[in-house]
């Protein structure tokens, strides 16, 4: 079973702190993701990544930066963090091909007061 | 750009009664991919079935879905709901990017 881990697990920052999320992954996938789901959005994708150095935004990347160092690591960071950025996280990954399936982690609760 | 539609946002059924949740899709890909993906309470998503493959039925755990390209659609079904079914499911579309419906909330009651 493929497994992607996250941490923390839950967060509760402060507005205009800085705040990072980690991503960890041992399926030897190419291609990993950060969502965030709200209830009545569903899932919206943050910023994704082909691989180790690359990083691509997603369809709503504002207020948020990636980086993936490695091919099983991939953070999302959040340099001035604001109250609209509570949400739950998820983290993806999934190997190339639209075909192949995405494996998620457990999410990170994020709030920011 | 393509898209997703899962119109209801909730559905509410009796345990033992048929499930069938809609999706329909746009694309301008001749062969793309679709998705189901489940959700249940406080836990992540994870795939439920898929297929690209037209007219031909993709089962799994007791749900089945048949992808219609004529109609662009990929509709899910089951034949007798279980309160376990109870759960978040979204319908996705893949080309080069993953493309999510806005998911459909299920709740089976006694």
């Known amino acids: 079973e493929a497994a992607v881990t996250q941490s923390p697990r839950n967060k509760v920052a402060v507005t205009g702190g800085k705040v990072t999320l980690s991503c960890n992954q041992t399926n030897n996938h190419n291609n990993m993701y950060w969502y965030r789901q709200d209830t009545g959005h569903g899932l919206r994708l943050i910023h994704y990544s082909y691989g180790a150095g690359s990083t691509e935004k997603g369809d709503i990347p504002d207020g948020y930066k990636a980086s993936r160092p490695s091919q099983e690591n991939f953070s999302l960071i959040l340099e001035l963090a604001t109250p609209s950025q509570t949400s739950v996280y998820f983290c993806?990954?999934?190997?190339?091909?639209?075909?192949?399936?995405?494996?998620f982690g457990a999410g990170t609760r994020l709030s920011v007061l | 750009g393509d898209s997703v539609t899962q119109t209801e946002g909730l559905v509410t059924l009796t345990e033992g009664l048929p499930v069938m949740l809609n999706c329909t899709y746009q694309t301008i890909y001749s062969n793309p991919f679709l998705f189901w993906y489940v959700q249940h309470l406080n836990e992540s998503p994870r795939l439920l079935l898929k297929?690209?493959?037209d007219n031909k039925r993709t089962e799994h755990q007791g749900f089945h879905a048949t992808l219609h390209k004529s109609s662009s659609s990929f509709h899910l079904q089951k034949s007798s709901a279980q309160l376990s079914d109870s759960a978040l499911y979204y319908c996705?579309?893949?080309?080069?990017?993953?493309?999510w419906g806005s998911g459909t909330k299920l709740i089976i009651k006694p």
């Open positions: 996705a579309l893949s080309n080069y990017q993953l493309i």
């Open positions: 297929s690209f493959t």
């Open positions: 993806a990954s999934g190997a190339t091909g639209g075909q192949n399936t995405l494996y």
